[in-house]
Nanobody, 125 residues
Framework: QVQLVESGGGLVQAGGSLRLSCAAS????????MGWFRQTPGKEREFVAD????????SYADSVKGRFTISRDNAKNTVYLQMNSLTPEDTARYYC??????????????????WGQGTQVTVSS
């Protein structure tokens, strides 16, 4: 069972940047398809981005495309989310997740098996 720990959240002004990290405990980190999701109170968990096992394929929600970049370093068992041009609408708790499905899980959080505790991102206007 893989354990995930996110870091890098915080308070930033609109237009600013943050880089989130998610460290995994699993040595076979590369077997997991990784994703980032975000959630605000009262709303369903929302897909942000995902990345394939080798990092060769990525996908993004339309709301973050062109502003966010997901990447991974399998040697460090870490996945990243670089967030640029942040807006107040990006304010949420951000979670990384690992899928052992064996194929791209798509944008539904239901296909992810392991989750971190989340890190809060707050963007002020």
């Amino acid at each position: 069972q893989v354990q995930l720990v996110e870091s890098g959240g915080g308070l930033v002004q609109a237009g600013g940047s943050l880089r989130l990290s998610c460290a995994a405990s699993e040595r076979t980190f590369s077997r997991y398809f990784m994703g980032w999701f975000r959630q605000t109170p009262g709303k369903e968990r929302e897909f942000v981005a995902d990345i394939s096992w080798s990092g060769g394929s990525t996908s993004y929600a339309d709301s973050v495309k062109g502003r966010f970049t997901i990447s991974r370093d399998n040697a460090k068992n870490t996945v990243y989310l670089q967030m640029n041009s942040l807006t107040p609408e990006d304010t949420a708790r951000y979670y990384c997740a690992a899928s052992d499905l064996g194929r791209q899980p798509g944008s539904s959080w239901l296909w992810y098996d392991y989750w971190g505790q989340g890190t809060q991102v707050t963007v002020s206007s």
